[in-house]
């Protein structure tokens, strides 16, 4: 038993001075690896502005936009290899061994010669003897010989040049899609950077309503304290007052904090600097007059169109051709050109079937905001008539000043609601008029 502790404590302090050598020895390979490792940063300019507008901030997210041009880029880096493989390709054939037999009978060369028409007596003894024999069967077998290995050599190198081929013509395919997906990515990017602005443009005015509800509240404190020392409150009133203002205030300080966030985001996303004082403008449209109700477009029409359902096409179109190019010696081959074909077939009905509940889903969406819209601008207009009616109060002395300005932050309030329900609506409009351009999300 002695002997078996004293072979685990050898072990522990083993392991023990193992540690202590090969901590150094991997904090040193760390601080040269880190003293080779290459760090790229530049340095970032960013505009300074006080304003901005929809159309300029559109304007700047395309112009700005990283992902469009790796999208370019890599439009380029496709073309560029498609036609170094087609340069390949076109170069890529063997040569050829000629037809030679050396005579190694005497019948075969006087054969030879009168083929030749070289005039031959049997007679005279041309035939060197047994070693020509030899050295021509020898060299007969060399040029068979070199003859297979060429036409092995040729077999291969067409084999890689139709392999070359087929992979230029699906870089071409590539290219085609690749295209595609740049133009959906500026519509992708027009959409979330107008529902960033919507977002941000919401906020915004939201926050300057709070600012103005808060001044309400603290009259509302006040007044609650002056009745009290009157008898005319209890603490408990002054209490709620207290509780309403500061509940608002925090719920101001949250909305202040995302607003900030968003804002940041916009900022950095079109290349700007950050300013929390930038002034955001209006949405021309919404002020331009009546807003447009959701007109629908034909469901067909809009797949025609889609990037989507152009991209699987393409595919499609890509399997077919090389199903029917492709060269291949086996049944398998053949086998696995059908199957890819099934999947783009399949795949392309996926699609089509994919993009088909979105744009339901996007005309749906568009319509209820669209409602909403009208709910929010009857409810608006019947504020505002009630808001006459209690200015006749307030003249006639019925209610104070207090309740009529009250009164009328309820009407900011209900104004407030319908600016959200149009910037929301808007920005379903616009998700819905890109399906006519070809981006369906």
């Known amino acids: 038993m002695n002997r078996v502790f004293k072979k685990v404590a050898g072990c522990c302090t083993a392991l023990a001075l193992l540690t202590t050598v090969m901590q150094p020895l991997a904090h040193a390979a760390e601080d040269a690896a880190s003293a080779t490792q290459n760090i790229y940063v530049g340095d970032v300019t960013l505009e300074s502005v006080d304003s901005i507008d929809l159309p300029g901030v559109l304007k700047r997210a395309m112009k700005d936009s990283t992902n469009i041009q790796l999208l370019q880029l890599k439009y380029a880096a496709q073309h560029t290899k498609q036609l170094d493989l087609e340069t390949q390709a076109s170069s890529m054939y063997g040569g050829s061994v000629g037809s030679v037999h050396l005579p190694d009978t005497p019948q075969e060369l ?63 395919t590539d290219q085609r899609n690749t295209l595609l997906q740049e133009q959906e990515a500026r519509e992708a990017i027009r959409l979330q950077t107008i529902a960033q602005y919507v977002q941000l443009l919401g906020q915004n005015k939201q926050l300057a309503f709070m600012k103005d509800y808060e001044a309400t509240l603290k009259k509302e404190e006040a007044r609650a304290k002056l009745m009290n020392e009157q008898g005319l409150a209890s603490l408990e009133d002054v209490r709620t007052a207290g509780k309403a203002l500061a509940k608002h205030r925090d719920d101001t300080a949250v909305l202040a904090q995302n607003y900030r966030l968003a804002l940041v985001q916009l900022s950095f996303d079109i290349g700007i600097a950050f300013n929390p004082s930038l002034k955001l403008a209006d949405i021309a449209e919404l002020s331009a007059g009546p807003i447009p109700s959701v007109v629908r477009a034909d469901t067909k029409e809009l797949l025609k169109g889609s990037y989507g359902m152009k991209k699987s096409a393409n595919n499609l179109d890509e399997s077919a051709w090389q199903q029917a190019h492709t060269v291949t010696g086996s049944t398998y081959g053949a086998s696995y050109q059908g199957v890819n074909m099934g999947i783009a077939g399949t795949q392309n009905h996926q699609t089509q079937l994919e993009l088909t509940q979105k744009i339901e889903a996007t005309y749906t969406e568009a319509e209820k905001a669209y409602q909403s819209v009208l709910t929010e601008s009857r409810l608006t207009s019947e504020a505002k008539e009630d808001r006459e009616k209690m200015k006749l109060r307030y003249t006639a002395g019925v209610i104070s000043l207090h309740d009529l300005n009250k009164f009328d932050l309820k009407v900011q309030s209900q104004e407030l609601a319908l600016e959200a329900a149009k910037l929301t609506y808007y920005a379903r409009l616009e998700k819905a008029k890109a399906m006519e351009k070809g981006f369906i999300s």
Not at 112 to 120: L, R, T, Y
Not at 127 to 134: A, E, K, L, Q, S
Not at 151 to 169: F, I, T, V
């Open 110 to 172: 006087l054969a030879g010669m009168a083929a030749q028409g070289v005039a031959v007596d049997p007679e005279d003894n041309l035939w060197i003897g047994p070693m020509t024999t030899v050295t021509n069967k020898a060299v007969n077998q060399v040029i068979q010989g070199m003859g297979a290995m060429t036409d092995g050599m040729n077999a291969l190198l067409a084999s890689q040049r139709e392999q070359m081929k087929s992979a230029a013509h699906q870089l071409y």
